[in-house]
């Protein structure tokens, strides 16, 4: 993963913080002092890779996940070098919405993919990405949405709830002309020539499981094998980790999806037994870390959690991986029909954020947190409940008032949307 | 290395003590300021120190290390730090065969399913040996007559994830049995190893492991999430307990508990319920 330094931490006094002896190896979490030797034009080279920024609290390059309420929580953006690990929820549908995201975002940004699937054919996935929403069209399509009207209220100070000014808020809109992170429209398809135009390799295992493999057979199941071996051999190959001496050094992010890691359709038998193979989907896990580490790419793994049967495997999975966020969906649960929860969609759980070359980290206050999907948009609120405004106050919602309000954070939302007669 | 935890251990860089196991476990929270705080404190205290870290890489420790005060890089450099970088080394150990053996080649094994027929001590059996024998071999005491280093001591970061590459808890318990009696008995060292506590999961070998390091342990460090839940000033709490494993029950174990807040360059003590955000 690639650094750039800062001015806040001057610590130690040693000018060069390179490792003696390295030659310009950017890729692991090295932070580079302005006088570092001989490396300036690698410096200047990191900070102008398109679609990354660095970010604030250490100087780690990030990429955008294709989802800024996203990034947001997540402290900035996924950091390059880092393992993004999406808990599925139980159809399927908004992970591979996030995976469709992650796709897009790396195909704005001109960033090389490699999709890997075993259920659908990685030129199929690419076909079916979300269209980008370009900066000028962005105004006024969001006058249609009636967000505009929350972002326009949140300029006006309160008067009366003076005090709900204090609270974050959290970011619905778009931000003007930003060039880290863009927002995508579900309900068009990314246009073919910017498909074209993009640089990416594909993995299909159903294809590849007939080809013989290089290394000897150890403990890790066939699927996973092909799958490291190929993801090695793009970093080699096109130079992301600065290793192969044929090849110029790549300035550029690999941005890996590997799509339902973990299911029976890779060969694995831990989502079909209590007893499987358990070890085979950890130690893929560290390997493939092992790899991100040393050079300049960042993955995002998704991944059927539900449907492991030990949890113990799943408490391991997400002590191997940096970034573990949970989503659940409240289609076909009795919460769709919950009338407190009727404005969202899914909840999401921020499970783990890593600390990376720090002892801190940047953790939103916010634990309840839920998804809507709107068509162009998908917004990550604070979760509140509405105000019951029945006259006859029913047991049935006390009962469902109380179970949620264990998981309430302090305080409503500052952003009351929806309902237009609550408006005040 | 943190002041406040060094007063609360009652120990400071010049009169480190020597043959101890420190168990550092953490469960629901994240614990490796722990391990920062011991490697910058082995450090400045101009032991030798071996440090085996599997799950971050070398620029991660040493750019929290800058901000403790200490540089790796020129530790590493004159010769104090060995240090294995597990990940670095893992993607070498696993795409390019090795001659020589490697301590991490554990990973190319072959293990098939545990099975009645397949015996634990067959050759190229999962065992945690080659490791074993980097270790030795880089604790080894220096033979030119003066002593660099005051003792060595092994840190390993962290054992859990050992569970999670495909080898037992008795392969991993018998790696540290191995260690200590020879970094902790024969050259009068230390050994700090972190153990993941996984809760309320059933994780089976990693109960097994981690009862069978307290057992052995003089002192274990335990960092716990709050009860009570998330809290933007209380990070979480720490639990201290000393213990005599091989002296007779006369002296009853002593444990002291606190919580703490972890900030940018150190992490602050405090009794529980005293956080200077409540008072």
């Not at chain 1, 692991?28 to 890779?49: E, H, K, M, N, T």
């Not at chain 1, 309160?158 to 927002?183: D, N, T």
């Not at chain 1, 403990?219 to 793009?234: A, D, E």
């Not at chain 2, 590459?165 to 009696?181: N, Q, T």
Request: charged share 20%.
């Amino acid at each position: 993963m690639a650094a750039v330094a800062t001015c806040g931490t001057g610590a130690g006094s040693t000018g060069s913080m390179v490792a003696a002896g390295s030659k310009n190896n950017v890729t692991s979490f090295q932070r580079r002092g302005p006088r570092a030797s001989g490396s300036d034009s690698s410096y200047s080279r990191l900070v102008s890779i398109a679609g990354t920024r660095p970010s604030v609290r250490n100087g780690q390059l990030l990429v955008s996940t294709g989802l800024p309420a996203l990034d947001q929580l997540l402290g900035g953006g996924l950091a390059v070098g880092t393992v993004l690990l999406i808990e599925e929820d139980k159809y399927n549908i908004y992970s591979s919405l996030l995976f469709k995201y992650f796709l897009a975002e790396g195909i704005i940004n001109g960033h090389t993919l490699l999709v890997a699937s075993a259920k659908e054919d990685p030129a199929d996935i690419l076909q079916e990405l979300p269209a980008p929403l370009l900066d000028d069209n962005v105004k006024k399509d969001f006058d249609e949405d009636a967000c505009n009207h929350k972002t326009a209220e949140s300029n006006i100070k309160m008067k009366i709830a003076w005090r709900y000014q204090l609270l974050p808020k959290m970011e619905a809109g778009p931000v003007s002309s930003s060039r880290f992170g863009h927002y995508y429209d579900v309900s068009k398809k990314m246009p073919q020539e910017l498909i074209e135009a993009s640089k990416w390799h594909g993995f299909f295992f159903p294809e590849k499981s007939s080809s013989t493999l290089n290394i000897e057979p150890c403990s890790l199941t066939h699927g996973y094998i092909k799958l490291l071996q190929f993801i090695q051999n793009i970093i080699y190959e096109e130079g992301f980790d600065g290793s192969n001496p044929q090849v110029k050094k790549q300035k550029n992010i690999l941005r890996i999806g590997i799509q339902n890691l973990g299911s029976p359709l890779w060969g694995d038998d831990l989502c079909c037994t209590e007893n499987g193979n358990s070890r085979s989907l950890t130690k893929f896990l560290y390997v493939l870390r092992g790899l991100l580490r040393t050079s300049l790419s960042a993955c995002m793994i998704t991944m059927p959690t539900h449907l492991i049967q030990n949890k113990a495997i799943i408490s391991r999975v997400t002590n191997l991986s940096d970034t573990v966020v949970g989503l659940e969906s409240f289609i076909g649960s009795e919460r769709e029909t919950n009338p407190l929860y009727k404005d969202y969609h899914g909840l999401i759980h921020i499970r783990q954020i890593p600390r990376l070359n720090n002892l801190i980290y940047d953790v939103s206050d916010v634990k309840d947190l839920a998804f809507k999907l709107k068509r162009k948009l998908f917004t990550i609120e604070r979760l509140h409940l509405p105000p019951d405004l029945s006259d006859t106050v029913s047991r049935s919602s006390k009962q469902d008032l109380a179970e949620p309000s264990k998981l309430l954070g302090p305080g409503c939302g500052v952003m009351a949307g929806g309902k237009k007669h609550l408006d005040f | 290395m943190f002041p406040e935890l060094n007063n609360l251990l009652n120990t400071t860089p010049d009169r480190a003590e020597q043959g101890k196991l420190t168990l550092l476990c953490d469960a629901n929270t994240d614990g490796s300021f722990l391990v920062h705080h011991f490697l910058s404190f082995y450090l400045k205290a101009n032991c030798k120190v071996c440090f085996v870290a599997l799950i971050q890489s070398f620029s991660h420790y040493n750019i929290v290390g800058q901000k403790l005060g200490v540089s790796l890089t020129v530790a590493r450099e004159c010769g104090q730090l060995v240090f294995l970088e597990g990940l670095k080394s893992s993607v070498d150990v696993f795409f390019r065969a090795q001659a020589e053996p490697h301590p991490l080649q554990f990973l190319r094994s072959v293990s098939l399913q545990p099975s009645p027929e397949v015996h634990a001590w067959e050759a190229n059996a999962e065992n945690l040996q080659p490791l074993y024998e980097f270790v030795r071999e880089a604790l080894k005491p220096v033979d030119d007559g003066e002593a660099a280093w005051r003792c060595p001591v092994l840190l390993v970061d962290d054992l859990s994830v050992l569970l999670s590459l495909g080898m037992g808890a008795v392969a991993v318990l018998d790696f540290i049995h191995y260690c200590r009696a020879t970094v902790c008995w024969e050259r009068k060292g230390n050994i700090v190893a972190l153990v993941h506590d996984s809760g309320d999961t059933e994780d089976e070998e990693n109960n097994i492991l981690l009862n069978g390091l307290s057992h052995q342990s003089h002192l274990i460090l335990r960092a716990e999430g709050l009860a009570t839940g998330f809290c933007r000033d209380v990070h979480g709490q720490l639990r201290i307990l000393w213990r005599t494993p091989s002296q007779p029950t006369t002296q009853r174990d002593w444990s002291l508990t606190y919580q703490y807040k972890i900030q940018d360059k150190s992490v602050s003590f405090f009794a529980k319920g005293m956080s200077p955000a409540v008072l």
